[in-house]
């Protein structure tokens, strides 16, 4: 059974940087697409960003392009959403997302199978 954990949220002035880790225990994620979601308070969770079970291949939604970089390493089993630029809309909780098999760039949480707990990300003066 796979197991997320997330860390490194906190609260950062705007225009400042986080970098989210999401450590995985129990299988290896090398054949897992994972995805970062988000959720503010009073709204939808929604996508932000997907990397492929390889790491090869990754994708932003419109908001964060630019500004999050998301990546894999496999040797650590270990997923990490680098956050610069930071502004006060991105405040929310961060969950990390799994799927096993080679389909990614999935924006739907449905399509995912195992999720972290989530970790809190407030940007504010």
């Known amino acids: 059974q796979l197991q997320l954990v997330e860390s490194g949220g906190g609260l950062v002035q705007p225009g400042g940087s986080l970098r989210l880790s999401c450590a995985a225990s129990?299988?290896?994620?090398?054949?897992?697409?994972m995805g970062w979601f988000r959720q503010a308070p009073g709204k939808e969770r929604e996508g932000v960003s997907c990397?492929?079970?390889?790491?090869?291949?990754?994708a932003y939604a419109d908001s964060v392009k630019g500004r999050f970089t998301i990546s894999k390493d496999n040797t650590k089993n270990t997923v990490y959403l680098q956050m610069n630029s930071l502004k006060p809309e991105d405040t929310a909780v961060y969950y990390c997302?799994?799927?096993?098999?080679?389909?990614?760039?999935?924006?739907?949480?449905?399509?995912?199978?195992?999720w972290g707990q989530g970790t809190q990300v407030t940007v504010s003066s």
């Open positions: 997302a799994a799927r096993y098999g080679s389909r990614w760039q999935l924006w739907s949480e449905k399509e995912y199978d195992y």
């Open positions: 129990g299988p290896t994620l090398d054949f897992y697409a």
């Open positions: 990397i492929s079970a390889s790491g090869g291949s990754t």
